[in-house]
């Protein structure tokens, strides 16, 4: 079964400061690799998503991801952050499980806080 | 559009009561999944559906069931509710392969918070 591994569980950063997120994988098959964002209070939204072609992926708000297939890594990153971007982010991939069918597992979250 | 929807948004129950938390897409999603999120767990599924008619346990389905009557609706239900089951519960969809780079991508709804006492 896949597995997903978020390095940091809190970071804290101060406004403009640049923030990369560390999400590991293991699956030895093809991948679908998503980045989720959960505001406070709020449901889960997709901030970018990886199916094929250029491994840099952009999102919104500025997000980019490195998809790095050699080290099954997906690696968030923001040149720039802003107090808006607290959050917790979400790393999470699809892949077949055993019975067949596709399924997203999930990383345990990384928390942002962003002071102003 | 709606999205997902789900209800109800918060409930409270007592150890050993029964509930049914409804989630419903208006996207014509093949796939349906509900997941429980507790802190520092991140999300884990409990259980899911490939269509209509059919589910599959997740990671966690013990003490939970669901129905898919309808392509569009899914049930989970607790039978005898547990403290253990104090939880954010979420609802998510997805179209199945077949779809391109929309394959798989999930929509969430806005929760339900139980407690359960």
């Known amino acids: 079964a896949q597995s997903v591994s978020q390095h940091n569980h809190h970071v804290i950063l101060s406004e403009a400061a640049s923030l990369e997120l560390g999400c590991n994988y293991s699956?030895?098959?093809?991948?679908?690799l998503f980045w989720y964002v959960q505001y406070p209070g709020q449901h889960l939204q997709l901030l970018l998503k990886?199916?094929?072609?250029?491994?840099l992926v952009k999102g919104i708000k500025g997000f980019e991801a490195e998809f790095i297939k050699s080290k099954f890594s997906f690696n968030l990153r923001k040149p720039s952050v802003q107090w808006s971007d607290t959050a917790e982010y979400f790393c999470a991939v699809n892949a077949k499980s055993g019975a067949g069918s596709y399924q997203l597992t999930f990383g345990k979250g990384t928390k942002l806080s962003v002071i102003p | 559009n709606a999205g997902v929807t789900q209800t109800p948004k918060f409930r409270v129950l007592k150890t050993g009561q029964s509930m049914t938390l409804l989630c419903a897409q208006d996207?014509?999603?093949?796939?349906m999944y509900w997941y429980r999120q507790d802190p520092g767990m991140g999300l884990r599924l409990i259980h899911y559906s490939v269509g209509e008619g059919t589910t599959a346990k997740g990671e966690v389905p013990d003490g939970y069931n669901v129905s898919r009557l309808k392509k569009q609706n899914f049930l989970l239900g607790l039978e005898s509710a547990a403290p253990s089951q104090t939880s954010v519960y979420f609802c998510?969809?997805?179209?199945?392969?077949?779809?391109?780079?929309?394959?798989?991508?999930?929509?969430f709804g806005p929760g339900t918070r139980l407690t359960v006492t």
């Open positions: 996207m014509n999603h093949e796939y």
């Open positions: 990886y199916f094929s072609g250029d491994p």
């Open positions: 998510a969809s997805s179209y199945d392969r077949g779809h391109g780079s929309r394959s798989y991508e999930q929509y």
């Open positions: 699956y030895g098959g093809t991948v679908n």
